[in-house]
């Protein structure tokens, strides 16, 4: 049987804690910066958890993530 294979952009993009959570970064800061206030550019920086309706599609790009799938 061949090994499966990582989705290498989704590994670049998601980042698994070690209590099992996937955290991806906002959208909006990636250009067209400038008419964005300071605060709300401070606010797309952060990091947040992936939702719960999309978690299973990240983990098929993912299959040696060592992370529990949802049901």
Known sequence: MPKMKTHRSGAKRYKITAGG??????????HLLQHKSASR????????????THRNL??????????????
Do not use: D, F, H, T
């Open 58 to 71: 990240v983990l098929k790009e993912l299959p040696y993530a060592k992370c529990r799938k949802s049901n």
């Open 21 to 30: 959570k996937i955290l991806r970064r906002k959208a909006g800061k990636g």
């Open 41 to 52: 550019k401070r606010k797309l920086s952060s990091m947040i958890e992936v939702s719960a």
